[in-house]
């Protein structure tokens, strides 16, 4: 090996280069030393498994962030990761190996046993994540996606670069680090003094703290002495290894054979299969949840690949990000805000500006000192939206495959920032874009969720949110056990839920996702469970609250063209169902159970709404026969008040009770023989909810009762009344709550008449006022696209249903 410099390593000895995992300083002295040094072979700190995999680096498609996967072949949820970026040091080793036609090799601890060793470690049913030691760590595994490894009271951990900074005067590990590394050169003159001078301090702590409480590592380090010393025999004494600094002590220590050997005697194993997978700066921050993660991946990415003038760089790309936000920034803003950093620095006495020094600039100059701009920059640069990508010929499971094949068709491409999909059913590709995230739901792959459509409300629009977490790829590893395609495995992962439902709803739930997802074979299944899970379910609330879902998918089945047959006879059977069932069971209710089924009513109300006519035309329909149910409940005094006055306000709405039979049942629910606390839950049914305020406001009758009850409730029962009265009506609008009190206040003459026509209270007069109605008509009919004679024009078809639905 050749080199200079005093601090080469000795002959035949390896060169060991400890570094800090996702360090841009460590992967610049890394590149120095192996361009001086120029070893036979390089070995890097990751699993042996994967060496097959290195040539994919090379590769013109692979852009990092990425990330060495490794599961289970068994159990495809039992996985870990191993996350590389541009700036990590064991990224620069691959890379200079592969551009210097030199053989590079994984050294760690195999994933066969750290699967199985990790996962042992956090119980039954629990998921665990290796945590390695703090920024003094190479590349350690990330295991599955939750919990943290439980360590005993015995053991202690270090953060080596805490103590380093706390010896050398500084309170914030980051800031040490920026100073001694990032902020100085890649060893000029003496490539391998850096790696000298962090062995030798890492010694040290080792010879006070040990393992740091992290026993596992003592394992690792018997593995990766067994495999620096085969490489030596391969290759002489020309091998150069990259691995954290915290284990370089140990890889430096004498140990014979036959201790790593019993070190290693015993180990569990599993079958692993291993690939590349994209990874993104988000899940490289600590704030991701990943142990060995770093502060700022943006600013480090930034300071590794600026060629110089790093400052300059980093407070320009800050000015154009708040331009873009609409922000007033200026050239000036920038030339202000690099001065104010370098004298920052001085007075800090740092080498060059940090993150610290920018970000306070930034603050004071283009932000006028508000930290919510400055929020965005954190996010945007400082963390970074950055996702990696990986070739197409990384090895994949083939419902992966499959995936990436739709995601291409469809134009859908993953990206590590969320943003909003806003899709029109009626086009072929926004509808194969919809199917395909809805089977990715229910295969429990959660690329998007729904949301709440800013525009249209109708049942061809879907709006989603979109996010690709690099988690996914296990989801898609573990899904693959269903099949090979993303629709043959939606649907037998469908089929087996629908056997395995528990309860009504589960399975209706599932019938709607089926629709949804577009599940033609699988659907026969579920319909069956649904129909026999109906047939024995003799609970109302579980009828009822299967029902507005059984009526979304048929309402989606329009939209998509899809057989909705079998679901609309199963959805009126239990439709008819629920109006046999539904008066018993409002029979002595408590509050609580009479505001669930409350909350069940308003739903089937919806919902056989939506139904339409479709059953029984000689007795009236559903519609007939539910108003038929609501009478009933408005009528018996044994249903609690907040149901009687929600059937009342419920069958006012449809038209089928006039205003005078409404105001005699308010009569009769507000006279004095009515407990205050019946008659007061009687008024929330009744005028509570959407456009309950609105209906005192235009009916002088009702707000008269509401206002004379309210005079006559004596004092020592207000108090327990005053909560309920209080919830129904903060719920109004502000300017509805001030309507009712000032017609209140100004209609003391009419307050309490039953029979007046509307005189009494200022804003009513006795009869509407058919001209100012009529001037509204042609924005009316301009809105609904109507003719002068009342016939649609120029509306699709799927409008139409809208309209009338």
């Known amino acids: 090996m050749t080199g200079a410099g005093k601090t080469e390593p000795r002959a035949g000895e390896p060169l060991l280069l400890g570094v800090r995992h996702h360090g841009p300083g460590s992967a610049r002295a890394v590149r120095a030393a192996l361009d001086a040094a120029l070893p036979r072979v390089v070995l890097i700190e990751g699993p042996p498994e994967a060496d097959a995999l290195i040539p994919l680096a090379a590769d013109e498609e692979m852009r990092p962030p990425v990330a060495l996967l490794a599961h289970a072949v068994d159990e495809p949820g039992r996985s870990a990761f191993w996350p590389l970026a541009e700036f990590s040091p064991e990224w620069v080793a691959l890379r200079w190996a592969l551009d210097h036609g030199v053989p590079a090799r994984f050294i760690d601890l195999p994933a066969t046993h750290t699967l199985v060793w990790g996962w042992a470690a956090a119980g039954p049913g629990e998921e665990a994540t290796e945590e390695p030691v703090p920024g003094a760590d190479g590349d350690e595994p990330v295991l599955g996606a939750g919990g943290e490894e439980q360590v005993s009271g015995a053991d202690v951990r270090v953060?080596?670069?805490?103590?380093?900074?706390?010896?050398?005067?500084?309170?914030?590990?980051?800031?040490?680090?920026?100073?001694?590394?990032?902020?100085?050169?890649?060893?000029?003159?003496?490539?391998?003094?850096?790696?000298?001078?962090?062995?030798?301090?890492?010694?040290?702590?080792?010879?006070?703290?040990?393992?740091?409480?992290?026993?596992?590592?003592?394992?690792?380090?018997?593995?990766?002495?067994?495999?620096?010393?085969?490489?030596?025999?391969?290759?002489?004494?020309?091998?150069?290894?990259?691995?954290?600094?915290?284990?370089?002590?140990?890889?430096?220590?004498?140990?014979?054979?036959?201790?790593?050997?019993?070190?290693?005697?015993?180990?569990?194993?599993?079958?692993?299969?291993?690939?590349?997978?994209?990874?993104?700066?988000?899940?490289?921050?600590?704030?991701?949840?990943?142990?060995?993660?770093?502060?700022?991946?943006?600013?480090?990415?930034?300071?590794?690949?600026?060629?110089?003038?790093?400052?300059?760089?980093?407070?320009?790309?800050?000015?154009?990000?708040?331009?873009?936000?609409?922000?007033?920034?200026?050239?000036?803003?920038?030339?202000?805000?690099?001065?104010?950093?370098?004298?920052?620095?001085?007075?800090?006495?740092?080498?060059?500006?940090?993150?610290?020094?920018?970000?306070?600039?930034?603050?004071?100059?283009?932000?006028?000192?508000?930290?919510?701009?400055?929020?965005?920059?954190?996010?945007?640069?400082?963390?970074?939206?950055?996702?990696?990508?990986?070739?197409?010929?990384?090895?994949?499971?083939?419902?992966?495959?499959?995936?990436?094949?739709?995601?291409?068709?469809?134009?859908?491409?993953?990206?590590?920032?969320?943003?909003?999909?806003?899709?029109?059913?009626?086009?072929?590709?926004?509808?194969?874009?919809?199917?395909?995230?809805?089977?990715?739901?229910?295969?429990?792959?959660?690329?998007?969720?729904?949301?709440?459509?800013?525009?249209?409300?109708?049942?061809?629009?879907?709006?989603?949110?979109?996010?690709?977490?690099?988690?996914?790829?296990?989801?898609?590893?573990?899904?693959?056990?269903?099949?090979?395609?993303?629709?043959?495995?939606?649907?037998?992962?469908?089929?087996?839920?629908?056997?395995?439902?528990?309860?009504?709803?589960?399975?209706?739930?599932?019938?709607?996702?089926?629709?949804?997802?577009?599940?033609?074979?699988?659907?026969?299944?579920?319909?069956?469970?649904?129909?026999?899970?109906?047939?024995?379910?003799?609970?109302?609330?579980?009828?009822?609250?299967?029902?507005?879902?059984?009526?979304?998918?048929?309402?989606?089945?329009?939209?998509?063209?899809?057989?909705?047959?079998?679901?609309?006879?199963?959805?009126?059977?239990?439709?008819?169902?629920?109006?046999?069932?539904?008066?018993?069971?409002?029979?002595?209710?408590?509050?609580?159970?009479?505001?669930?089924?409350?909350?069940?009513?308003?739903?089937?109300?919806?919902?056989?709404?939506?139904?339409?006519?479709?059953?029984?035309?000689?007795?009236?329909?559903?519609r007939g026969r539910w108003q038929a149910v609501l009478g009933v409940l408005s009528a018996r005094d044994s249903v609690p008040g907040v149901l009687r006055g929600r059937s009342a306000r419920l069958l006012l709405d449809d038209g089928v009770l006039d205003q005078e039979e409404a105001a005699r049942l308010m009569g009769l629910a507000l006279s004095p023989g009515t407990p205050p606390g019946d008659a007061a839950a009687w008024i929330e049914g009744f005028v509570g909810g959407g456009g309950g305020g609105m209906l005192l406001v235009h009916d002088e009758r009702l707000l008269g009762l509401v206002d004379g009850w309210l005079t006559r409730v004596p004092a020592e029962a207000f108090t327990d009344v005053l909560p309920l009265l209080r919830r129904t009506f903060s719920a109004y609008e502000p300017g509805v709550r001030r309507t009712l009190g000032e017609l209140v206040r100004r209609g003391s003459g009419a307050r309490g008449s039953v029979a007046g026509t509307g005189a009494g209270l200022p804003g009513f007069a006795p009869d509407p006022d058919t001209e100012r109605a009529d001037a509204v008509l042609p924005v009316v009919r301009l809105l609904l696209g109507l003719d002068e004679d009342g016939s649609q024009a120029g509306i699709e078809d799927n409008r139409r249903v809208e309209v009338g639905t």
């Open 159 to 622: 953060d080596p670069l805490a103590v380093l900074a706390g010896i050398a005067g500084y309170d914030d590990p980051e800031r040490w680090w920026e100073d001694v590394v990032e902020h100085r050169g890649a060893g000029a003159g003496d490539p391998f003094a850096p790696f000298a001078a962090l062995e030798e301090a890492m010694g040290s702590l080792r010879e006070v703290y040990g393992s740091a409480g992290h026993d596992r590592d003592l394992v690792r380090e018997a593995y990766m002495r067994l495999q620096v010393r085969t490489a030596q025999r391969e290759f002489g004494g020309e091998v150069a290894v990259v691995c954290g600094a915290w284990h370089v002590p140990a890889l430096r220590r004498k140990a014979t054979v036959a201790a790593d050997r019993a070190t290693l005697r015993g180990l569990p194993r599993t079958k692993t299969d291993l690939t590349w997978v994209p990874w993104t700066y988000r899940r490289l921050a600590r704030a991701g949840g990943y142990g060995a993660g770093i502060e700022s991946p943006g600013w480090y990415g930034h300071l590794f690949a600026a060629p110089d003038r790093p400052v300059e760089r980093w407070l320009t790309k800050v000015a154009g990000l708040l331009r873009d936000e609409g922000r007033m920034v200026s050239a000036a803003h920038v030339i202000e805000a690099v001065r104010l950093a370098d004298t920052l620095a001085a007075l800090r006495g740092r080498p060059l500006p940090g993150l610290g020094e920018t970000t306070d600039a930034v603050r004071a100059v283009m932000c006028d000192g508000s930290d919510v701009p400055l929020a965005l920059v954190r996010d945007r640069l400082v963390v970074g939206d950055a996702m990696g990508e990986v070739p197409p010929s990384a090895p994949a499971v083939p419902l992966q495959r499959d995936l990436a094949r739709l995601q291409r068709r469809l134009r859908l491409k993953p990206e590590a920032l969320e943003r909003e999909l806003e899709l029109d059913l009626r086009k072929e590709t926004d509808a194969g874009r919809s199917r395909l995230l809805h089977r990715l739901r229910l295969l429990g792959v959660p690329w998007g969720e729904p949301a709440v459509s800013r525009g249209s409300t109708g049942t061809f629009r879907e709006t989603w949110r979109l996010r690709w977490e690099p988690e996914l790829a296990v989801r898609v590893a573990e899904a693959g056990g269903w099949g090979t395609t993303v629709l043959g495995a939606a649907g037998a992962k469908a089929r087996a839920d629908a056997v395995a439902a528990r309860s009504l709803a589960e399975v209706t739930a599932l019938a709607e996702h089926c629709l949804l997802a577009d599940l033609p074979d699988a659907l026969p299944t579920v319909m069956r469970a649904l129909a026999d899970r109906a047939a024995l379910d003799t609970d109302v609330g579980h009828l009822a609250q299967a029902l507005p879902a059984l009526v979304r998918s048929l309402r989606y089945g329009d939209v998509r063209r899809t057989d909705t047959g079998a679901l609309a006879e199963v959805a009126a059977g239990l439709a008819e169902r629920v109006f046999v069932g539904l008066p018993p069971a409002c029979i002595a209710l408590d509050a609580d159970a009479a505001g669930e089924m409350r909350r069940h009513l308003d739903a089937v109300h919806g919902a056989v709404g939506l139904l339409g006519e479709t059953r029984a035309p000689a007795q009236g329909g559903l």
